[in-house]
């Protein structure tokens, strides 16, 4: 999938990834959203795929093992 101008894009195991984590709840789709973004843009990349989202929310919740 391809970016523009520099936008973020996510495939469809991302955002189940974000929907299964957040339930829907708005405040959880932040904070995921805001740690994926930041993954993001540390490792020069504007397109998630599930496995960015479910690092992302593992360290989110703690878990970085």
Same mark, same amino acid.
């Given at each position: 999938?391809c970016?523009?101008? @520099?936008? #973020?894009?996510f495939?469809w $195991? &991302?955002?189940?990834? *974000?929907?299964? =984590?957040?339930h @829907?709840? #708005?405040?959880?789709?932040? $904070? &995921?959203?805001?740690k *994926?973004l930041? =993954?993001?843009?540390?490792?020069?990349?504007h397109?998630f795929t599930?496995?960015?989202?479910?690092?992302?929310?593992?360290?989110?919740?703690g878990?970085?093992?």
């Amino acid at each position: 999938m391809c970016t523009r101008n @520099g936008q #973020p894009t996510f495939n469809w $195991a &991302a955002m189940f990834g *974000i929907y299964h =984590y957040s339930h @829907g709840i #708005p405040r959880l789709i932040n $904070a &995921a959203c805001d740690k *994926i973004l930041l =993954y993001g843009y540390v490792n020069g990349t504007h397109h998630f795929t599930g496995g960015h989202v479910w690092k992302s929310i593992r360290e989110l919740e703690g878990d970085l093992a």
